[in-house]
């Protein structure tokens, strides 16, 4: 199973949108509802900030915003924060009965 | 509120078996609502996903194709734990190792994130 595929590095400045794309295939990606999204802050265990797609767990700001098309889940980062900047990481269920991550993206808060 | 708190060695010999325990408190290991993760995370890999096993009347396991030859994850009951046991390792299998519960949202979405294990292998 191949690693979902993310942009390496993305930067933004304060108050801007970014969004982070995540593009894997029909059998995990746009085949399924369970696209995932991970926030990692140095030295931190990564934390849930979005799943099944576009749904938000209690807690996580609604800055935060997912979506889907096809073989491509995205996630919007809206009104950035000197605080955002993180490694983000999706993840995708797959017809395997597996589960696999992307490459995870660096994002820089300028 | 869960918590999983993880322990083993840091360091192992290569063609040695990795293991790592992972200890549940505020949930079940047998839970009929959550599944129990292992990923690992290395700067030439990222986050991997290496396996689970959830209770639904028996047990399941689901392994990474790239682990499968050499992984095992055990629950114990008796402990309210799992394990992650790896054989045959190499210096490729040097990373950082967390466990992980999924279930709060659904059976495949890590809501609950242990610590983590920084294992080396190395002679």
């Known amino acids: 199973q191949s690693a979902l595929t993310q942009p390496a590095s993305v930067s933004g400045s304060p108050g801007q949108s970014i969004t982070i794309s995540c593009t894997g295939t029909s059998s995990d990606v746009g085949g399924y509802g369970y696209v995932s999204w991970y926030q990692q802050h140095p030295g931190k265990a990564p934390k849930l900030m979005i799943y099944e797609v576009s749904n938000r767990p209690s807690g996580v700001s609604t800055r935060f915003s997912g979506s889907k098309s096809g073989n491509t889940a995205s996630l919007t980062i809206s009104g950035l924060q000197a605080e955002d900047e993180a490694d983000y990481y999706c993840?995708?269920?797959?017809?395997?009965?597996?589960?696999?991550f992307g490459g995870g993206t660096k994002l820089t808060v300028l | 509120q869960v918590q999983l708190q993880q322990s083993g060695p840091g360091l192992v010999k290569p063609s040695q078996t990795l293991s790592l325990t992972c200890a549940i408190s505020g949930d079940s290991v047998s839970s009929n609502s959550a599944t129990w993760h292992w990923i690992r995370q290395s700067p030439s890999r990222g986050l991997e996903w290496l396996g689970r096993t959830y209770y639904r009347s028996k047990w399941y396991y689901d392994y990474a194709v790239s682990v499968k030859s050499r992984i095992i994850i055990s629950p114990d009951t008796s402990k309210n734990q799992f394990s992650l046991q790896l054989n045959s390792v190499t210096p490729e299998d040097t990373a950082l190792y967390y466990c992980?519960?999924?279930?709060?949202?659904?059976?495949?979405?890590?809501?609950?994130w242990g610590q983590g294990t920084t294992v080396t292998v190395s002679s």
């Open positions: 993840s995708s269920y797959t017809t395997s009965t597996t589960l696999v």
């Open positions: 992980a519960r999924a279930g709060a949202f659904n059976y495949y979405t890590m809501d609950v």
